[in-house]
Antibody, heavy 121, light 107 residues
Framework: QVQLVESGGGVVQPGSSLRLSCEASEFVFKTYAMHWVRQAPGKGLEWVAAISYDDGFNKYYTDSVKGRFTISRDNSKNTLYLQMDSLRDEDTAVYFC?????????????WGQGTLVIVSS | EIVMTQSPATLSVSPGDRATLSCRASQSISSALAWYQQKPGQAPRLLIYAASTRATGRPARFSGSGSGTEFTLTISNLQSEDFAVYFCQQYNDWPLTFGGGTKVDLK
């Protein structure tokens, strides 16, 4: 059974940094692109970032996080990361990591339970 | 960016009813559309992809239709476990975008 477990969320002040992790298991992690999707409290879903499979050469971001967030992966640790810098109030959300159903598609069969990030002074 | 608009925001139905949820794209996305169900405190769950293909294990009462810019998710003979929020997502182009959601609640 595919498992994705996020960690690293917490309460931080505006302008600070945080690194989220997503530990994957029960599948060959390096063969799948991986994504981060977030959900502000009581709001809808917002795709945040994606990284290609294997060496993670290709990275994609939503405009609101470009230049502030960095997605990366460590295939030796089966772990996906999201480095979040210059955090803003509007980054407050539950952050999910998500895996596509199969390689090459951009919809998500597998999701973690999410980790909550609160940006507040 | 492709904007996805869902309607209605809330749909009040009774068990056994048919629920029809709409999703509109701001430009053509062919059939690159997925539907998810989300219950409180849980991650989204994939229901439909490619506009009309049910994900593995999803009940036949869930069906999707449409192409281009207009899409529909139909829940036939609604069950108590179907009360939830439903989101559409386009994956035709970057950035991937979701609709704002339709909450299906008890009439």
């Amino acid at each position: 059974q595919v498992q994705l477990v996020e960690s690293g969320g917490g309460v931080v002040q505006p302008g600070s940094s945080l690194r989220l992790s997503c530990e994957a298991s029960e599948f060959v992690f390096k063969t799948y692109a991986m994504h981060w999707v977030r959900q502000a409290p009581g709001k809808g879903l917002e795709w945040v970032a994606a990284i290609s499979y294997d060496d993670g050469f290709n990275k994609y971001y939503t405009d609101s996080v470009k230049g502030r967030f960095t997605i990366s992966r460590d295939n030796s640790k089966n772990t996906l990361y999201l480095q979040m810098d210059s955090l803003r109030d509007e980054d407050t959300a539950v952050y999910f990591c998500a895996r596509p159903r199969v390689r090459g598609v951009l919809f998500f069969d597998y999701w973690g339970q999410g980790t909550l990030v609160i940006v507040s002074s | 960016e492709i904007v996805m608009t869902q309607s209605p925001a809330t749909l009040s139905v009774s068990p056994g009813d048919r629920a029809t949820l709409s999703c509109r794209a701001s430009q053509s996305i062919s059939s690159a559309l997925a539907w998810y169900q989300q219950k409180p405190g849980q991650a989204p769950r994939l229901l439909i992809y490619a506009a009309s293909t049910r994900a593995t294990g999803r009940p036949a009462r869930f069906s999707g239709s449409g192409s281009g810019t207009e899409f529909t998710l139909t829940i036939s003979n609604l069950q108590s476990e179907d009360f939830a929020v439903y989101f559409c997502q386009q994956y035709n182009d970057w950035p991937l975008t979701f609709g704002g959601g339709t909450k299906v609640d008890l009439k």
